[in-house]
Each structure stands twice: as structure tokens, then as C-alpha cells.
């Protein structure tokens, strides 16, 4: 009888999702206070975060997560990139791209406008039906 014993390596896995903690996100665009959170195999020791290829956190605690506010960057397309180790120093890397906005203050002023331009239209309508009112009262009375 033959017998043998192999050892089998295996990268980690790593996937992220965004949480939005306190700010605005709208498709690729991204605003105020975020956590990067990750999904990672049991085997993971630690987890290094990047933006634009510069190490912002090396968290040693799973569950492993970091929180950013895009404020403290400039405006524009920027790379999160998370890279994950096992005890083995094998990796696992994800990469996404978000577009770090100022605040929407355009989209916010437009929906404002919607909201009066809205409520004025009522109101001109009320004022009409009930001067409409009055002056049906008027004609049946008179």
C-alpha cells in the first residue's frame, strides 16, 4: 500500500462592499463618511487599504474594515484597493474605483425647486376651486 501526504495552498479570498456612513452616493460618486468592509476566508491575518496605491490602514482585526471620509482627498476617480494575507504571506487583492464628489448642492437645490414650483401649483389650484366655491354659493343665494 502506497501512501503519500500533500499539502495544499490556497490564496485567501477577499471581496468588499461600501457602507455609507454618513454622507451621499449616487452610482460611481461618493461623498462624506464611508467604511470599506470586506468578506474574507477564515485564513486571513491581516488586511492592508490603499487609495491610489498609498497604504492608508493595516488592520490586524477581523472583522476587517476601514473608514474614510472622501473629504480628506482631492475630488475625483480614485482607486480603494484592499489586499489580503494569510498566515502563508499568500494574497488575495480587490480593486474598485469611486468618484469622491463635493456635496450635491446643485442636486439639492433642483429638488427644492421641484418641491416649491409644486407647492405653489397647489396652491394656485386651491385658491381657484375655492373661489370657484364661493361664487357657485353666490349664484345659488342670489
Do not use: C
Amino acid at each position: 500500500m502506497l501512501s503519500f501526504a500533500a499539502t495544499v495552498k490556497a490564496a485567501p479570498s477577499l471581496s468588499l462592499s461600501f457602507y455609507k456612513d454618513n454622507g451621499y452616493g449616487m452610482g460611481n460618486d461618493i461623498n462624506g463618511l464611508w467604511t470599506v468592509n470586506t468578506h474574507v476566508s477564515q485564513d486571513v491575518s491581516f488586511v492592508d487599504f490603499y487609495v491610489d496605491d498609498q497604504l492608508q490602514l493595516d488592520d490586524t482585526s477581523a472583522p476587517f474594515s476601514w473608514s474614510f471620509n472622501t473629504s480628506n482627498y482631492a475630488e475625483g476617480l480614485h482607486a480603494i484597493k484592499a489586499v489580503a494575507y494569510n498566515s502563508s504571506n499568500e494574497t488575495a487583492t480587490a480593486v474598485t474605483e469611486r468618484n469622491f464628489v463635493g456635496f450635491p448642492w446643485g442636486f439639492i437645490a433642483e429638488i427644492i425647486g421641484v418641491i416649491a414650483v409644486g407647492f405653489a401649483v397647489a396652491l394656485v389650484v386651491s385658491v381657484y376651486r375655492i373661489k370657484q366655491a364661493a361664487k357657485r354659493k353666490r349664484a345659488q343665494m342670489g
